[in-house]
């Protein structure tokens, strides 16, 4: 397995992975509508601060790919707000129904932690959420609290977690 930053050479491959987390019930691409290429495009842009909507901050989305198959996707936000802080976290990430238990999200928060973090950040996910809760409390992440967010209606467990240079130290 490898993590790469998304790119339209990827867009053969996303269109699978999307279809199977739709068909998965993932909401985050169920708006796709078959508009792959234009949504990677957006994603690719939101990396470089570009067609941003208002309030978001810059988003870089990684790939974990094995044999030209993408595994999973972790988007990692840079800068901060209320909402990043408290509801969704600084890194969302899911994998592809099919290889779920095999220790792909845990290979890419792991490789973030590692490779892309700097300091601390936010990470969040639905309380109920035990797989997603296990990937980030095996990276050593600290539980900070649950959080109800009124606005969504949406109850969420938040952690935060040290960039490897900080947890060594």
């Keep these: 397995m490898e993590i790469v930053p ?3 050479s990827h867009l ?13 019930g ?18 690719i842009a939101y990396a470089q601060g570009e067609l941003l909507p208002e309030g978001w901050t810059p988003i870089s989305t990684y790939f974990c790919i ?14 901060s707000n209320d909402y990043i802080e408290n ?10 129904s099919s290889v779920r238990g095999r220790g792909v ?16 950040v936010i990470i969040s996910c639905d309380p109920t959420n035990i797989a997603s809760r296990k990937v980030i409390e095996s990276c050593g992440a ?23 240079a900080v947890k060594s130290s």
Excluded: P, W
């Design 12 to 24: 053969t491959a996303f269109k699978s992975y999307v279809d199977e987390c739709v068909n998965d």
């Design 142 to 164: 600290e539980f900070l609290n649950e959080y109800y967010y009124q606005a969504e209606d949406q109850q969420v467990r938040r952690y935060r977690l040290h960039s490897a």
């Design 6 to 8: 998304a790119s339209m």
């Design 105 to 120: 999200a845990k290979f890419m928060l792991a490789y973030v932690q590692d490779n892309l973090l700097t300091g601390s």
């Design 87 to 96: 509801v969704i976290g600084h890194i969302g990430y899911e994998t592809r």
């Design 26 to 43: 993932v909401s985050l691409y169920e708006f796709i509508f078959s508009n792959y290429e234009g949504y990677l495009k957006k994603r």
């Design 66 to 79: 094995k044999d030209g198959v993408i595994l999973g996707s972790i988007r990692v936000r840079q800068g």
